[in-house]
């Protein structure tokens, strides 16, 4: 296959606007399925993981691809669901056309326009399928008006609906201003314009023609003379547009009634960009131009562990060509592979490839070290593509096996899944002896406990993590440490007397040596410093860290026989110990900043929460339909705020955050802190 006949289509949209079924329908229509699939029943092409056919939600990017008219066209089946956006992203840049498929009964919803930006972002041209019109109370023209409002007026109708609900028939293409009915096939036969609809189909046509005429002056003058562009021109113009983000053309039909596939299918690969016609992706290193020939350069969107086959990495060739047996350098990593097993994928299945051109996406097997973001390169090219950005984690868990044999299971267990999912993290937080796993919702953390589980057969409990609490002091003083033993033999002795004052928020801990005429012996000092320091890992009040803490050494003694190490570093726990009732101790606690997206009405509900959660609402802005809250809120108070706004908003929120310091925590709450610390204690 030549690249100039390849169309990499990416279905991106919010969950459940029917992207899987319209895979599903192109899949069949173009004849690469026999049957069609139903999620209904797990039996879909591009839903095959099995927390994703039990779910009946997409979880992962999917890749498969179907012949239509000469041409190969990938589909890039995504994750509609906000917490596994990651898959949505990595995979809008390796597309070269999105399709937003937006259902005709919900209309524009919060993916939708957040997806929308991230395609904006990645210079994609875009295209809407406006599904599920055969549903009750699905609408067409009401869909329409709304994507204008929310997208501007680029977008331009180019198919439209004959019927609707179940009485939905056909498709009438705009362009040629003829109509296709289907009945009882999934490929449309002409029939008569209907009477209803010939005003509506002429406005649309003349909006659409003088949208094409417009983009040339000698167009334009001969449509005054009262000559029409040419099919050809207008697919022409409308192509170009696309690729300038100039126009979104709009699509219809219905995935589940195989009504407005095959036209679809058409407007792809007559109107589609081919990968040649690709921006230049954003680089890290080195140049590309986007060419068939010329050095080889792959992206790798996303690696997953298949039991049988090992590490599985989907790739999108950018430039060159990737052949079975090349020797290909991750530059990403600086490392080398050769590309044994390079296959074509088709959902969960396999077709062995020997040579993937230029804008092709296969996958390759048993290549360990590649992740997702690595470029693989004809070696020395120097060529690196940008990783794609991905939100940070919004919650976290804390991860516990179910039997303590299965520890270093789990640990290896997570290791994997974190690499095979850049929206994932783990960390081990040794103060409170937990391993926390954080991500993008409660959803997301439980899918991936059900995936530790079925892949790597360790069975998790998860718990609320423990908040990193952390204390300070707010008063100076003066305390002398002293050691001192005498038990037979050589004794050990040493004394410090250290000084102990606030520092400014972040600071962390400093140690300042002000002795005098050799009081402490050069040699020891160190050791009063990691002694305080020992005794700062446990604070007096709840046992957290102490930070912003200035430790001054200004005197001791010493003995010349008996003084060690170990007895200054004694010296210096008993300094901080001693001094600890005197300092006004506080709690600190985290501070995040919340950035939370709603659609107006549920900016009381929002706001009201916020300042229930002790938070202090430092803005508000608005982005396209929604209103943006930013926030400052104590962490402990946001660890399942990912639940807390699914349930205020309906789903239709969505927030990031970030730590930003710690704070001194409000006497009343600090009490509850040192409370539990002391029952955690007894
Ligand atoms: N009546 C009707 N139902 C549809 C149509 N398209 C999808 N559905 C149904 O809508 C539900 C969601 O469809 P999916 O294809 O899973 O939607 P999705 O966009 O892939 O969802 P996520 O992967 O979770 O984001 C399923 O029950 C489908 O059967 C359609 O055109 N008509
Ligand atoms: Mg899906």
Redesign the pocket.
């Given at each position: 296959m030549v690249p100039e006949r390849i169309r990499n289509v990416v279905l991106v949209g919010h969950g459940s606007s029917g992207?899987?079924s319209l895979a599903e329908a192109l899949l069949n229509t173009a004849g690469a399925t026999t049957r069609v699939g139903r999620?209904e029943d797990g039996t879909t092409v591009t839903?095959f993981e099995p927390e994703e056919t039990e779910r009946q939600?997409?979880l992962n990017v999917a890749v498969a691809s179907c012949e239509w008219k000469g041409h190969k066209i990938n589909i890039l089946?995504t994750?509609?669901y906000a917490d596994f956006t990651g898959d949505a992203l990595a995979a809008l840049r390796v597309a070269d056309m999105a399709i937003f498929v937006v259902s005709g009964v919900d209309g524009v919803e919060v993916q939708t326009e957040a997806l929308w930006r991230a395609a904006a972002a990645e210079k994609l041209p875009r295209v809407v399928f406006v599904n599920k019109l055969d549903r009750e109370r699905s609408s067409f023209q009401r869909t329409l008006t709304q994507l204008s409002e929310t997208f501007g007026k680029r977008i331009a109708p180019i198919q439209l609906p004959i019927g609707s609900e179940q009485n939905l028939k056909g498709i009438v293409r705009v362009v040629s201003n003829r109509a296709f009915g289907y009945q009882g096939s999934a490929i449309a036969s002409q029939i008569d314009l209907p009477e209803d609809m010939v005003d509506t189909v002429s406005a649309a046509h003349t909006t659409l023609i003088e949208a094409v005429v417009e983009t040339d002056d000698e167009m334009m003058e001969r449509y005054f003379e009262g000559e029409e562009p040419t099919r050809d021109q207008i697919i022409a113009s409308v192509h170009s547009g696309m690729l300038k983000g100039e126009i979104f053309p709009v699509l219809c039909g219905s995935a589940g009634a195989l009504i407005g596939i095959d036209t679809l299918a058409d407007f792809i690969v007559d109107f589609g960009p081919n990968p040649l016609e690709h921006a230049t992706p954003p680089m890290e290193s080195g140049e590309l131009s986007v060419s068939a020939d010329g050095p080889a350069a792959a992206f790798v969107f996303k690696t997953h562990s298949d039991p049988y086959v090992g590490r599985i990495s989907l790739f999108r060739v950018f430039s060159g060509s990737v052949k079975v047996d090349d020797n290909l350098e991750n530059s990403s990593q600086s490392s080398n592979g050769r590309m044994h097993n390079l296959f074509f994928m088709q959902g969960k299945d396999h077709h062995d490839a020997q040579e993937v051109v230029t804008g092709d996406i296969a996958a390759v097997a048993k290549l360990d070290n590649v992740l997702a973001g690595d470029t693989l390169v004809t070696p020395g090219s120097g060529i690196r593509v940008k990783p794609v950005e991905f939100p940070n984690p919004v919650m976290s868990v804390a991860i516990f096996p179910k039997s303590s044999q299965d520890e270093d299971k789990l640990s290896g267990a997570l290791q994997k899944i974190v690499e095979e999912d850049p929206t994932l993290s783990v960390e081990r937080r040794p103060e409170t002896h937990e391993t926390v796993l954080s991500g993008l919702g409660d959803t997301h953390l439980d899918v991936t406990a059900a995936r530790i589980s079925r892949k790597f057969g360790v069975e998790i409990d998860t718990a609320i993590p423990t908040v990193p609490y952390r204390e300070s002091i707010t008063a100076t003083t003066n305390a002398e440490g002293k050691h001192k033993k005498q038990s037979g033999g050589r004794g050990q002795f040493g004394v410090a007397f250290v000084k102990f004052g606030p520092l400014p928020r972040g600071t962390g801990f400093e140690f300042v040596n002000a002795t005098k005429g050799g009081s402490v012996p050069r040699q020891f000092i160190p050791a009063v410093e990691k002694g305080v320091q020992e005794a700062l890992a446990k604070g007096p009040l709840a046992g957290y860290p102490v930070v912003d803490i200035q430790a001054t050494l200004y005197d001791g003694k010493y003995h010349s026989v008996d003084s060690d190490e170990m007895s200054f570093r004694m010296a210096g726990i008993m300094a901080f110990r001693a001094a600890s009732a005197n300092l006004g101790a506080v709690i600190l606690e985290p501070i995040v900043e919340a950035m939370i997206r709603v659609p107006e009405e549920y900016m009381g509900d929002v706001i009201g929460d916020i300042n229930a959660k002790r938070g202090r609402v430092l803005g508000m802005d608005s982005e396209a339909h929604l209103r943006v809250v930013t926030a400052e809120v104590p962490l402990g108070e946001m660890q399942r705020y990912a639940v807390d706004l699914r349930s205020m908003t309906g789903g239709r929120g969505y927030f990031s955050m970030e730590f930003r310091r710690y704070d001194e925590m409000p006497h009343q709450e600090a009490q509850k802190v040192i409370e539990a610390a002391r029952k955690e204690d007894s």
């Open positions: 992207k899987t999620v839903d939600i997409s089946d994750p509609g």
